[in-house]
């Protein structure tokens, strides 16, 4: 099995496909396994698969320090909602995690089988024969393994050689990020909490990383005018103080203490019908890039590799229907998160004070009835186990 990209999708699958006794070989573009400084949140269905590859206690070492989730007023302050990690746990089995994304691709390349990767190797197109898939390398070199995995990112040049061009909408939303040293804040120490700030237009984002040490900071924001969907663009303190104007204190004197914002413009793509041809298929964000309201963009790709490894596994002597189990496993699970982060893009951006209330009303309606402990409709997604021994569609 060869796979391509070494982000935290195709390292997952990698360790995943060793797990399961299949020969494994990754190859990544940059000279080095590298992911950009910022944090990405962990949700549970990703935590049950680092279990299941044996990283899940190295995770949590490196991770940041919350007792609570919550749900806040852009303003006031006041909590939409709370679950504390016990609540969590208790509800899903285990807790989710929040970690700086370079500690979290460490400790997952850490754990690939050793000899496996090879750094510096751009792939530039696939094909597929009847008892080979084969990956050709920019310096003109060939590959041949007996499945291709493009885990090759939201650009993917997989995707692309399968299915053509993609066809992205911009959503005239907007994101700032910085990661904040705790002690660079002036003022009261912040909340180590996991929060979520709710307003007219935006949304804002805090959790620490590295335990209280740092804090992981992604704003949004309705802004027609920006469009560039980079990640690495920087952009000045002073726009996002500006932006967020008459937001709670406590966040400004955050967003004042980042000394390096960026900035990237948020851009939606519908489903895709099909990831896979032949012998070659798509994971992460290759296969269902997705806006990031819900925080599962890596967790989806995540629960990619398990379930990849073990349709895999099943159908050991015959990869293309392995493949196709996959496919048919992953992907109505996988668009639904698509759709589901569109819409929570909508929810949370709401401007109309009556609609926002009525927003938040549901939320603690919700709660109230005791089945939703987030009260956002969406305990359907860290429910899921990626690594049940049915989990394969048949
Ligand atoms: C600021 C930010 C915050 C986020 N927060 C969260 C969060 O809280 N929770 C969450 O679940 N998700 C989050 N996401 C989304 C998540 O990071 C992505 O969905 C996830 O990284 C996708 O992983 P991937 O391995 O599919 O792709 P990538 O991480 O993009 O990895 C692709 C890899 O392929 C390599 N590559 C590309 N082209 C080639 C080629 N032709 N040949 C060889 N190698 C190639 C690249 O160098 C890269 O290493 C966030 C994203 C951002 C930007």
Same mark, same amino acid.
């Given at each position: 099995?060869?796979?391509? !990209?070494?982000?935290?999708?195709?390292?997952?699958?990698?360790?995943?496909?060793?797990?399961? &006794?299949?020969?494994?070989?990754?190859?990544?573009?940059?000279?080095?396994?590298?992911?950009? !400084?910022?944090?990405?949140?962990?949700?549970?269905?990703?935590?049950?698969?680092?279990?299941?590859? &044996? $990283?899940?206690? =190295?995770?949590?070492?490196?991770?940041?320090?919350? /007792?609570?989730?919550?749900?806040?007023?852009?303003?006031?302050?006041?909590?939409?909602?709370?679950?504390?990690?016990? /609540?969590?746990?208790?509800?899903?089995?285990?807790? *989710?995690?929040?970690?700086?994304?370079?500690?979290?691709?460490?400790?997952?390349?850490?754990?690939?089988?050793? *000899?496996?990767?090879?750094?510096?190797?751009?792939?530039?197109?696939? #094909?597929?024969?009847?008892?080979?898939?084969?990956?050709?390398?920019?310096?003109?070199?060939?590959?041949?393994?007996?499945?291709?995995?493009?885990?090759?990112?939201?650009?993917?040049?997989?995707?692309?050689?399968?299915?053509?061009?993609?066809?992205?909408?911009?959503? &005239?939303?907007?994101?700032?990020?910085?990661?904040?040293?705790?002690?660079?804040?002036?003022?009261?120490?912040?909340?180590?909490?996991?929060?979520?700030?709710?307003?007219?237009?935006?949304?804002? $984002?805090?959790?620490?990383?590295?335990?209280?040490?740092?804090?992981?900071?992604?704003?949004?924001?309705?802004?027609?005018?920006?469009?560039?969907?980079?990640?690495?663009?920087?952009?000045?303190?002073? /726009?996002?103080?500006?932006?967020?104007?008459?937001?709670?204190?406590?966040?400004? #004197?955050?967003?004042?203490?980042?000394?390096?914002?960026?900035?990237?413009?948020?851009?939606?793509?519908?489903?895709?019908?099909?990831?896979?041809?032949?012998?070659?298929?798509?994971?992460?964000?290759?296969?269902?890039?997705?806006?990031?309201?819900? *925080?599962?963009?890596?967790?989806? =790709?995540?629960?990619? !590799?398990?379930?990849?490894?073990?349709?895999?596994?099943?159908?050991?002597?015959?990869?293309? =229907?392995?493949?196709?189990?996959?496919?048919?496993?992953?992907?109505?699970?996988?668009?639904?998160?698509?759709?589901?982060?569109?819409? #929570?893009?909508?929810?949370?951006?709401?401007?109309?004070?009556?609609?926002?209330?009525?927003?938040?009303?549901?939320?603690?309606?919700?709660?109230?009835?005791?089945?939703?402990?987030? !009260?956002? *409709?969406?305990?359907?997604?860290?429910?899921?186990?990626?690594?049940?021994?049915?989990?394969?569609?048949?």
């Amino acid at each position: 099995m060869a796979i391509i !990209g070494g982000g935290i999708g195709g390292s997952t699958a990698g360790c995943a496909l060793a797990q399961a &006794g299949l020969e494994v070989s990754l190859h990544e573009a940059a000279p080095e396994l590298k992911e950009i !400084g910022a944090g990405v949140a962990l949700h549970p269905n990703a935590m049950r698969v680092l279990r299941m590859v &044996g $990283v899940e206690d =190295a995770v949590r070492r490196v991770a940041g320090h919350s /007792e609570y989730s919550a749900t806040r007023n852009w303003r006031t302050g006041r909590v939409i909602s709370k679950i504390s990690r016990s /609540e969590q746990a208790a509800t899903f089995g285990l807790s *989710g995690a929040t970690v700086h994304r370079a500690d979290l691709l460490d400790v997952i390349a850490a754990a690939l089988p050793p *000899g496996s990767v090879t750094l510096g190797t751009r792939c530039t197109s696939v #094909r597929s024969h009847e008892d080979v898939a084969v990956a050709r390398l920019e310096d003109g070199r060939e590959i041949e393994a007996d499945v291709i995995i493009g885990a090759d990112g939201i650009h993917s040049r997989v995707r692309a050689e399968l299915f053509g061009p993609d066809d992205p909408r911009f959503t &005239g939303k907007i994101c700032y990020r910085s990661v904040v040293p705790t002690d660079a804040v002036r003022g009261a120490r912040p909340s180590t909490d996991n929060t979520q700030w709710l307003g007219p237009h935006g949304t804002v $984002v805090l959790y620490p990383l590295r335990g209280e040490e740092l804090i992981n900071v992604v704003c949004h924001y309705d802004d027609e005018h920006y469009r560039h969907e980079s990640w690495v663009n920087e952009c000045d303190r002073r /726009e996002v103080l500006d932006r967020y104007a008459g937001w709670h204190e406590s966040l400004l #004197r955050i967003f004042e203490a980042g000394n390096t914002w960026y900035k990237w413009a948020l851009y939606d793509r519908d489903p895709i019908p099909k990831w896979t041809k032949e012998r070659v298929t798509v994971l992460g964000d290759a296969a269902h890039p997705m806006l990031p309201y819900l *925080g599962q963009g890596a967790c989806q =790709a995540i629960e990619d !590799g398990a379930v990849l490894a073990r349709a895999l596994s099943t159908e050991r002597d015959d990869p293309v =229907a392995g493949l196709a189990r996959y496919e048919r496993t992953r992907r109505p699970r996988a668009s639904s998160v698509v759709l589901a982060a569109r819409e #929570r893009g909508l929810s949370n951006h709401l401007s109309s004070p009556i609609a926002a209330w009525r927003r938040d009303l549901t939320i603690a309606l919700r709660r109230r009835l005791g089945k939703d402990r987030e !009260g956002r *409709g969406a305990a359907w997604i860290p429910e899921y186990d990626a690594t049940a021994p049915d989990v394969l569609a048949s």
